[in-house]
């Protein structure tokens, strides 16, 4: 059987860190007999400032048509606004096919140091699972002068339509705000996959994470929902974290968590955390998924553009996320194949990227992890 992705290597490094995936998918493919099919799309920087184009509809829909999966670089570029390529592209992408989960492992590989002390890699190995599509992510605010403001704002989703008609009366010169969103439908979604991974693999506790000391209203509605799940899980047990402590015990304690489920943003900046705590971002793969739809793979870091076609990158995340993807597709013996080859050649040690300490580039990374899988 033939499986078609599309391809999206994007800005900066997005290129050479995609074409090491791609090798080793490949590779796996060849070994256990199936074949790819690779749909490239060019939407990134260079298109965008050629013709203004940032994905059409008419993209979109052809991809769900035509593709099971997407592969994507990465995404930014210094010529172009920040947030016009990641909202425009990235975003876009995760809302149009309601790619509700964000899954994030963390896991720390042997082979690869760790800036904790004495931690090893028996200590950090648990998932996160960040919400993807609602909270301060929604993009609905504004900005009012002095005097009495109307402004209408919605959230247009399959899911649900919401709109809010706001009647600002201000007595100052300025006022911006931002509105974070969370449904009962969008938050039960999303920790029910955290549950049910949990159970898959055999974990028995799941942590979740808000601010609802402080914003209580959207973080109390995230608190009831996962409430409510966890009933139908008893075997499963469960705690809140704030935020904030949560970084604190990512650096103390790494080994207590098993699955965390977070709500957009907080699942945004905790990643970046985790990503540290497995040995850096060049090691961080994620999936944006959407069970019964189109889900798309990505390393969580940037495009990179001060590193753009020096191949000195660690293709490690993009190849790791290609795993999750042949994950995804049904193709679980070759995701393994990989991620038992990335951590046998970190495992080894020989070839190391400038991130890992030593000398070796991008595709020679992607050459020895696909040599490995043979
Ligand atoms: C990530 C990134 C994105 C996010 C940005 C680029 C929109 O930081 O994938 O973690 O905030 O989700
Ligand atoms: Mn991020």
């Not at 606004?81 to 509700?100: A, C, H, M, S």
Request: hydrophobic fraction near 35%; aromatic fraction near 8%; charge should be neutral.
């Amino acid at each position: 059987m033939k499986h078609k992705i599309a391809l999206m290597p994007g800005d900066g490094v997005g290129p050479e860190i995609i074409a090491e995936g791609v090798k080793v998918i490949e590779k796996a493919s060849e070994v256990d007999n199936f074949e790819i099919e690779w749909v490239k799309y060019d939407n990134g920087a260079d298109k965008y400032l050629e013709t203004k184009e940032l994905i059409t509809e008419d993209t979109l829909e052809e991809i769900k048509k035509t593709c099971e999966a997407i592969y994507l670089g990465a995404l930014g570029d210094p010529r172009v606004e920040p947030g016009i390529l990641e909202k425009g592209i990235l975003l876009k992408t995760r809302f149009y096919y309601d790619q509700y989960i964000n899954l994030r492992p963390v896991r720390l590989l042997e082979g690869v140091e760790c800036p904790l002390k004495s931690k090893t890699a028996k200590d950090i190995n648990f998932d996160i699972v960040r919400e993807n599509t609602e909270d301060f992510y929604v993009g609905i605010g504004g900005s009012v002068k002095k005097g009495r403001t109307k402004q209408g704002l919605e959230v247009l989703r399959e899911l649900y339509k919401v709109k809010f008609n706001l009647d600002v009366d201000s007595d100052t010169d300025e006022v911006a705000y931002q509105i974070g969103m969370l449904s009962r439908k969008g938050c039960e979604r999303v920790i029910k996959y955290a549950f049910e991974l949990a159970k898959r693999k055999n974990k028995t506790l799941v942590t979740s994470v808000d601010k609802a000391n402080v914003l209580n209203n959207i973080y109390g509605l995230w608190r009831k929902s996962f409430e409510n799940v966890s009933r139908q899980y008893p075997g499963i047990q469960t705690e809140f974290n704030f935020v904030d402590a949560i970084t604190m015990w990512f650096v103390k304690q790494p080994e207590h968590y098993q699955v965390i489920v977070s709500p957009n943003m907080f699942g945004d900046i905790i990643t970046d955390l985790g990503a540290m705590i497995q040995g850096g971002l060049g090691l961080a793969p994620g999936a944006n998924i959407n069970p019964e739809g189109i889900s798309m793979f990505e390393p969580i870091h940037g495009s990179a553009p001060k590193y753009k076609g020096k191949n000195t990158i660690n293709p490690i995340a993009t190849i790791w996320a290609g795993a999750l993807m042949l994950e995804q597709v049904g193709r679980m013996e070759s995701a393994k194949k990989i991620i038992d080859a990335i951590e046998s050649v970190l495992k080894e040690g020989k070839v190391r990227t400038k991130d890992l300490g030593g000398t070796n580039s991008c595709s020679n990374m992607g050459d020895a992890i696909a040599k490995r899988i043979e």
